[in-house]
């Protein structure tokens, strides 16, 4: 099973996002930064905090890049309602992978119809809950729409550092009977207590926050997760 820490950063300030993504740039191959508008989730980052933060043109221009984009690839968690009506913006400012959160889209088609081309160099990604329905979710992945699913790990997503909720289990288990070759993340309560049962479920990739970020040195926290993965804890 190809296994990949992601750390997860909730930025305020497009600015924030260097000095986060410089600390793991030598350790992660990805990060994930939170986006999240207020309104879907309660607390907002960037770009929805600032008004006068680095406008997301200026990224789709390329006169503005992500921060050590040469070293480490971006994952972009889009916690922001009917993220479908902005889906230019999210797929052109240099991420490789879009995560889409089922409750918070209105109409899949326009995701649906994403440029096949443009699959090609940016992965699509559908996160779902322990609240959500799996029945209405099956049609979009069984129509090729999403390159990996995102179960959240946690009751209440928008918050880094809420406890990890067992049902998440129930969800993964489910996904990975049906879908035995997909791509399956988790994002939310990821931490040295929860990585291995994890693991043994069946996830491919971990998205953390607080377990990375919340002390010590992030290096040492990516290294000392992978080594529970693997066993040598």
Not at 49 to 52: G, I, V, Y
Not at 136 to 140: Q, T
């Given at each position: 099973m190809n296994i990949e820490i992601?750390?997860?950063y909730m930025p305020k300030k497009f600015d924030d996002i260097a000095g986060v993504a410089g600390s793991v740039r030598r350790d992660a191959q990805t990060i994930q930064l939170d986006i999240m508008d207020g309104i879907y989730v309660p607390v907002p980052t960037w770009p929805f905090?600032?008004?006068?933060d680095y406008k997301l043109e200026d990224l789709r221009k390329e006169d503005n890049?992500?921060?050590f984009w040469e070293d480490i690839n971006y994952e972009l968690?889009?916690?922001i309602t009917k993220p479908e009506d902005t889906l230019d913006t999210w797929l052109g400012i240099g991420a490789s992978r879009v995560i889409f959160h089922y409750a918070s889209v209105a109409d899949w088609e326009p995701i649906k119809n994403i440029d096949h081309v443009l699959r090609n160099f940016v992965q699509i990604g559908l996160a779902v809950t322990?609240?959500?329905n799996l029945e209405?979710?099956?049609?979009?992945i069984d129509g090729g729409y999403f390159d990996f699913v995102q179960v959240m790990g946690i009751d209440h997503i928008g918050y880094q550092g809420e406890p990890f909720d067992e049902r998440c289990f129930d969800v993964i288990d489910v996904l990975r009977e049906k879908y035995p070759d997909m791509i399956i993340s988790v994002d939310g309560g990821v931490s040295e207590h929860s990585v291995a049962d994890l693991a043994d479920a069946g996830v491919n990739r971990f998205v953390a926050g607080?377990?990375?970020f919340g002390q010590g040195l992030a290096r040492d926290n990516i290294h000392y997760l992978q080594d529970i993965i693997d066993g040598e804890i």
């Open positions: 992601i750390p997860a905090m600032f008004d006068l890049g992500f921060p968690d889009l916690m322990i609240h959500d209405d979710i099956f049609p979009l607080s377990a990375i």
